[in-house]
């Protein structure tokens, strides 16, 4: 995840950014400003259309704009489209973008680029992955069966406006899209075979933007440079980015000597950190969780589950191990407003989780395995604190360390007791959740990876994804929170804090919890010297 220590000083040397004293004009005629931030791994390519790991989201997060972004509330904040309506049945979405908006090379931004971008992530062809959004469009049937080539629902209304009509009410239709789906500019890459879009030489450099920065420089292992874009809706205050890929330890020691001004930093390196002299540490709630995967196969007694949530000091870890940045969640629907107030809590509490098992019959001669993917600091040690719990009142519990490659594998065959997984965008949307609990989302058909299954709590959360009443559907979704908070599907660990250190020269950055939207505002970001 992170290059060699000679590498990432070459790359902090090497290639970093001006201080500000060379004397070269910036985008306003005044002296030219610059900043260094922390890439925690290497990008390979920038293509919104495939999956991309965090570092990679994060740099086209400068480049490709979308309709809006979420801010740190997870509420959609504007961006190509200046507002949006959503008809009374909630099937119906209508955008309507910024007058004079402009690629960085001058060309109009228009609604004809929303929607060959739109038509891009759904067609087979192009085979995304990330074609969520887009299932429910009127038309996407017909598209992939090959009867269509374009989405019938998708449809650019005049230059500034596109309408998404859906096939269903969907209240909760912006959180689908995440931080993802910047749009793409058509007379760039219109002219290419949607089966060979995948492989074109423009995911390398994507040097036309419709971001507030634009790539200049793609150098492999070391770093990513990016210069303002001049023709940007609103005006961009730092004149170039320099996106530096450091290991950890290269990282918090430039937060020391002033070498690099934003980073996401570890809770074990919280101390460190919040040591120095002219740095300051921010943090924001993620809007996933850290969970136990619990085989529904094996453990199928509520009972069971409750009394191993019980057992864990789930409160302990957050305060021993994040140093307080963290909280306890118990469900895993993680909306505020579809949260009521009467949920069990399941305290730390040995001795009724003692009597819960027992209770239960379970077997406590039986080896219940705690599988995870060594590496991740905060992960490993909570798994040490969960397996000296569960020994505590007399479970068999041990650790198993498995390899990536063999995880999902381990998930479809059902051939594990309890496993460590992380992350999630659960917060936006309850409707978000969903794919981790319902029966026709049991892997590998859908994200439900605790093999759970209850067609009670199934009926309720269609019921409130297709509920355009606001009231009725929060009803509606606190009777689902309800019956997940007493079924158990996961064991919630915690939900981390997400922690950035930012040098007190660079202005403007506000924490997000969510790692790969840490840029969010980047536009107003300033730099004093």
């Known amino acids: 995840m992170a290059v060699g220590l000679t590498t990432a000083l070459l790359a902090a040397c090497g ?20 900043a260094n931030l922390y890439l925690y791994q290497a990008p390979v390519q920038f293509n919104p259309l495939a999956p991309g790991q965090g570092a990679e989201q994060l740099t086209m997060s400068l480049v ?11 509420e959609p904040v504007p ?9 009374d049945d909630a099937t119906t979405y209508t955008f309507h973008l910024r007058e004079g908006l402009e690629w960085s090379d001058g060309e109009p931004i228009t609604a004809d680029d929303v929607v060959f971008t739109y038509n891009l992530f759904a067609n087979p062809d192009v085979a995304s992955p990330n074609v969520a959004p887009f299932d429910n469009v009127v038309g996407f049937d017909a598209v992939q069966d090959g009867s269509a080539e374009t989405l019938e629902g998708l449809v650019a209304e005049d230059e500034q406006t596109v309408s998404i009509t859906l096939t269903d009410p969907t209240p909760g239709y912006l959180a689908e899209f995440g931080i993802g789906f ?24 994507p040097t036309v933007s419709s971001g507030p920065y634009v790539m200049q420089e793609f150098n492999t292992d070391q770093n990513v440079v990016l210069e303002a874009n001049p023709n940007y809706w609103t005006e961009v205050g730092i004149d170039t980015l320099y996106l530096q890929m450091l290991t950890t330890d290269v990282a918090t020691a430039q937060l020391a000597t002033g070498e690099i001004d934003l980073v996401q930093i ?36 509520e009972r069971i589950r409750q009394a191993f949530l019980m057992a864990i ?5 957050i305060d021993g191990i994040l140093g307080g940045h963290g909280e306890t969640i118990n469900s895993t629907i993680m909306t505020p407003w579809a949260l009521p107030d009467d949920l069990e809590t399941y305290d730390y509490n040995p001795e009724e989780a003692t009597a819960l098992l027992e209770e239960a019959g379970f077997d406590f001669d039986q080896e219940v395995a705690i599988s995870y993917i060594p590496g991740t600091a905060d992960r490993d040690a909570a798994v040490q604190v969960a397996i ?17 490659a063999n995880q999902l594998s381990m998930i479809e065959n059902a051939e594990y007791d309890l496993m460590v997984s992380g992350g999630g965008f ?81 202005q403007g950055f506000e924490p997000h919890g969510d790692f790969a939207n840490g840029f969010w505002n980047v536009a107003e970001w300033t730099v004093t010297e």
Request: aromatic share 8%; net charge negative; charged share 20%.
């Open 266 to 301: 570890a809770p074990q390196d919280l101390e460190t950190v919040e040591g120095l002299d002219g740095v300051t540490v921010g943090s924001a709630p993620s809007p996933g969780f850290l969970r136990l995967l619990v085989n529904f196969t094996k453990f199928e007694d």
């Open 64 to 74: 490709y704009d979308g309709l809006f972004n979420l801010g740190p509330d997870f």
């Open 79 to 87: 961006r190509i489209a200046e507002s949006w309506d959503v008809s």
């Open 15 to 34: 290639g970093g950014g001006d201080d500000g004293d060379g004397g070269e004009s910036g985008s306003d005629g005044g002296e030219a400003t610059s």
């Open 426 to 506: 659960y917060t936006p949307d309850p409707t978000v959740s969903a794919n981790a609990l319902t029966c026709d989302n049991v892997f590998p058909a859908g994200g439900n990876t605790s093999l759970f299954c209850n067609e009670e709590l199934d009926a309720l959360l269609a019921e409130g994804a297709v509920t355009a009443d606001e009231g009725e559907r929060e009803s509606i979704y606190q009777d689902a929170v309800r019956m997940d908070n007493q079924l158990v599907p996961y064991l919630w660990l915690y939900v981390p804090d997400t922690l950035w250190a930012s040098s007190d020269r660079l």
């Open 388 to 404: 000296e719990n569960l020994n505590a009142i007399g479970v068999n519990a041990v650790a198993q360390q498995i390899e990536s």
């Open 182 to 205: 910047g749009i793409l500019p058509e007379h760039v890459l219109g002219e290419v075979a949607p089966g060979e879009i995948m492989e074109h030489e423009f995911w390398t450099m």
């Open 313 to 317: 000091d789930r409160q302990g870890i």
